[in-house]
């Protein structure tokens, strides 16, 4: 695990697993998605607001060894996934990271994922000034059946 940097210190002391508020960026009921034993990837999942809009242009987590912002979209009839450098919070929406949109990427996972587990995981969000800030979010893992939608739906996947 890599270390806490010194100035994460100060935003994990107002945390908790229901959200934070930093950055004028609010986090609210963060989750990610459990794993089988030797699955390497997963999604994390929440609701995002900024009173003064706010961007996501970075993410890390001591779980994973990569972490990406990514985004999943219908593209030709086919589901696409990929990894987008920001994601724009505008003023006074809320943005959805939820299963089959935008979503944190939890990829070269460290260890299985157990319902009940804790995932710290920083975000850093660019306010409208322009400045960075990293701020850790608390995440509960759920079932890995938490948030897939159900099995009969086609959703236009192609049959390989």
């Known amino acids: 695990m890599k270390p806490i940097r010194t100035h994460l210190a100060a935003a ?14 609010d986090v609210k009921t963060p989750w990610v998605r459990g794993t089988v034993a030797g699955q390497k990837a997963t999604g994390a ?6 009173p003064a809009g706010a961007a996501i242009v970075g993410a890390a987590s001591p779980v994973a060894g990569v972490t990406e912002i990514h ?9 696409k996934m990929r990894a987008v450098p920001r994601l724009d919070v505008p003023a006074g929406q809320a943005v959805s ?13 460290r260890q299985q994922l157990k319902k009940g587990d804790v995932v710290p995981i920083a975000l850093q969000v ?13 995440a509960e893992v759920r079932e890995l ?5 159900a099995p009969a739906a086609n959703h236009g996947h192609k049959a390989h």
Do not use: N
Not at 97 to 109: E, S
């Open 71 to 79: 985004e999943m979209k219908m593209d030709g009839g086919v589901m």
């Open 145 to 149: 059946t938490a948030g897939t939608p």
């Open 45 to 50: 999942f929440m609701e995002l607001s900024s």
């Open 126 to 138: 660019e306010g409208k000034d322009g400045k960075v800030e990293t701020i850790e979010v608390k």
């Open 12 to 25: 994990l002391l107002a945390l908790s697993a229901a959200g934070a508020l930093a950055a004028d960026l």
């Open 97 to 109: 990271l939820a299963p089959g949109g935008y979503h944190v990427m939890l990829m070269d996972l």
